[in-house]
Structure formats: C-alpha cells, structure tokens
C-alpha cells in the first residue's frame, strides 16, 4: 500500500513539474521583455510614460542627438520611414517625432512594428512615452498613415561613465506583416522587445 501511494505521489510530482515547465516557456517571453523594459537591457527603451525632468533653469542642459532609422520585413509590401532624420534636443526634454507608411499594395494589411535603440547601453536612459510599438496598424490599399512617438533621455546618462561619451543614438523601427507572422513571432521569440533592425 505504502509503494503504491509513493508511486502515485511521485507521479503527481512528476507531473506537476513537467505541467510547471509547459507554464515556464510559456511566460518566458513576456518575463524576458519585462526584464529588458526594467534594465534597458539589450537598447531596451523605457517605456515607463515617467514624466521628463525640468530643465536646469539656467537653460544650459546638455544635447544628445537621436536618429531615427526604419526597416520593412520583406512580405510586408509597405513603404515605411521616419519624417525626419535626426532632431538634436537638450537631456531631458520631451520631444515629438514621426514615422510614417504607405501600403503599397491592392489589399488592406496589418503590420505591426518592433523597436530598438542603439548602443544598447543606453537603452535605460531613453524613455519612450508614447509610441506605436506592439501595435497592429490597418492600412487600406495605397493608404498612407503618420505615426507619432514621444520620448526624452535622462540626464542620468551623462553621469554614467559608461554612457557619459555618448553624442548620437539611434531609434530603429522593424515593421512586419501583422503579430501573427511567423517573421514577427520568430523575431519576438528570439530577441525579446528589443528587435528593431533584426530584418533588413
């Protein structure tokens, strides 16, 4: 009796573990995304919406300058690109910029676009607080859309001596055919948030 009902214990044990696993690589991504949205592991932006800094009132922040670059996985028959090339802003102030796409197709199409920045290790001191990121966007056949984003950079990023030599980063953007394209789901799977130009 006592072998049967260690028998039967140790294959609830089992079972339990293997069904504790299954949960486990399930929530892998999700974890491994909010682990990078915490540390800006990898150029993993924050993503927080934390309100910019006030300036120094003497009007004499320091300037960093942020470009902006855009990638289309190639089955997603838009054309997609920032606005503007770069915009050079003092740390810490809240900033407007703009992609924007057109579907160049026949049909209306989902895409859904990935982001990072570069070098990653500034990916903690720039703060997105709106964005189009994870998203899916519809456009109509030959449909042009503008796509907004907000963002500041910490002056906490100046103060670090492994970021303090930092003049330039880059935002890069990837969009791909909708969350449900493998392209996407292989890029999300395998390299968390922070995928921008995985795909060229």
Same mark, same amino acid.
Do not use: C
């Given at each position: 009796m006592s072998g049967r009902r260690g028998n039967t214990l140790l294959g609830l044990a089992l079972v339990c573990t293997i069904v504790g696993m299954v949960g486990l690589s399930f929530a892998a991504v999700p974890l491994y995304r909010a682990f990078c949205a915490a540390t800006g592991y990898a150029g993993t932006p924050d993503i927080s919406g934390r309100a910019a800094p006030k300036l120094a009132e003497n009007g004499r922040a320091q300037m960093i300058t942020v470009e902006f670059d855009a990638n289309t996985h190639p089955n997603l028959p838009w054309s997609f690109g920032p606005d503007q090339h770069a915009i050079t802003l003092p740390l810490g102030q809240d900033q407007v910029a703009y992609y924007h796409a057109t579907n160049t197709s026949g049909t209306a199409i989902k895409g859904v676009a990935l982001y990072n920045v570069t070098p990653d290790k500034v990916g903690k001191y720039f703060h997105k607080t709106a964005c189009f990121c994870f998203n899916e966007q519809?456009? @109509?056949?030959?449909?042009?859309?503008?796509?907004?984003?907000?963002?500041?950079?910490?002056?906490?990023?100046?103060?670090?001596?492994?970021? %303090?030599?930092? @003049?330039?980063?880059?935002?890069?953007?990837?969009?791909?055919? %909708?969350?449900?394209?493998?392209?996407?789901?292989? %890029?999300?799977?395998? %390299?968390?948030?922070?995928?921008?130009?995985?795909?060229r």
């Open positions: 519809t456009l @109509k056949p030959g449909q042009a859309m503008e796509f907004p984003l907000s963002f500041w950079v910490d002056p906490a990023i100046a103060d670090d001596p492994n970021t %303090a030599d930092v @003049k330039t980063i880059t935002l890069s953007y990837t969009f791909f055919r %909708a969350a449900d394209d493998p392209a996407f789901q292989a %890029a999300l799977a395998t %390299a968390g948030p922070h995928v921008g130009p995985l795909v």
